[in-house]
């Protein structure tokens, strides 16, 4: 057994069952990829991918704990190596993010570089994708930390830090009526189309079933993955849209106007997930402290540990 075959293994399952984009990713060749998991699944004696006409559609069941254990192999490979990187270059090595564009675009650009200059050697990658994804690149190791709003869904083995909440804003051109609305409601801003994130991610799914619990079945004309899209179907005059808080700034997006509708969309909670194996290396703290002050490192040694979720300060 090699440690190529694991990591083959790996990345054909991360890559949706295609030995074509996983070889991409490893920059090898696809025959030579598939030549390493027949070797593996020949030393084993089972197949551990399921093959119809050719082609892999799935992984068998002693596949999957096969799968399990390679990662977990990886991860200590990976953790071993960063102990000794730790030892020798205690200030260089490599961080890398997976977040949400928001996370990327609004919130980490000032912590980022603050940490930029305590640690220049560290080389830093923002992985940017959706809530749920970055779970499960923080959970294959392929991310050492994940920072985004909660997951869609529980993935019992990461450890989740909460870190901050955020309210929510209704943008809408400087001349449009809703502005002159006190208070505002949910029937009212339904009369006009909606742009809106979309229904997958937090942001789009509660401004879903806001409307859905009065009852009400708004136009929803476009719907993003991107705050800054959003904005610019807003801008053109399609509609107003519903964003996080922190997607606004009033300077920044002129010439639009936002009112605060947290009250009627909820807020949005952000966190940070990791996954309990990863070797965290002290620089790697020290970019979470930046991110979230409230959780000491003691704490977070703790929850890595496995131990129940501590009160914050």
Do not use: C
């Not at 859905?212 to 929803?220: F, S, V």
């Amino acid at each position: 057994m090699r440690f190529e075959q694991l990591l083959f293994l790996r990345e054909i399952v991360d890559q949706g069952l295609s030995v074509t984009r996983a070889a991409n990713v490893l920059n090898t060749s696809q025959p030579g990829v598939s030549k390493q998991i027949r070797l593996l699944e020949g030393e084993l004696g089972f197949e551990i991918l399921r093959r119809r006409k050719g082609r892999i559609d799935g992984v068998t069941e002693p596949g999957e704990i096969v799968v399990a254990l390679a990662r977990k192999i990886l991860r200590d490979v990976q953790a071993i190596r960063r102990l000794g990187d730790d030892f020798s270059y205690t200030d260089a090595g490599e961080l890398v993010i997976a977040t949400t564009h928001l996370h990327a675009r609004y919130v980490l650009p000032a912590i980022i570089e603050k940490f930029r200059k305590i640690y220049p050697k560290v080389r830093l990658s923002l992985l940017q994708i959706d809530p749920e994804h970055t779970g499960e690149l923080v959970g294959s190791g392929r991310a050492d930390i994940g920072i985004t709003s909660e997951l869609p869904n529980t993935q019992h083995e990461l450890v989740e830090l909460p870190i901050y909440e955020y309210g929510r804003s209704l943008v809408m051109p400087p001349d449009h009526p809703l502005l002159d609305v006190q208070p505002l409601k949910l029937q009212q801003i339904s009369q006009y189309p909606i742009i809106s994130y979309n229904a997958s991610y937090p942001g789009g799914m509660a401004v879903k079933r806001a409307f859905e619990r009065e009852g009400l079945a708004p136009e929803i004309v476009i719907s993003a993955t991107d705050a800054e899209v959003i904005k610019a179907y807003v801008r053109i005059g399609l509609g107003v849209a519903v964003v996080p808080a922190v997607a606004f700034d009033a300077e920044l997006d002129k010439p639009l106007e936002a009112v605060d509708a947290t009250d009627l969309f909820g807020i949005l909670k952000a966190q940070i997930i990791l996954h309990p194996e990863t070797f965290l290396r002290e620089y790697m703290y020290d970019f979470m402290q930046m991110v979230a002050p409230n959780w000491p490192r003691a704490e977070i040694v703790s929850m890595m540990a496995g131990a129940d979720t501590p009160d914050q300060e």
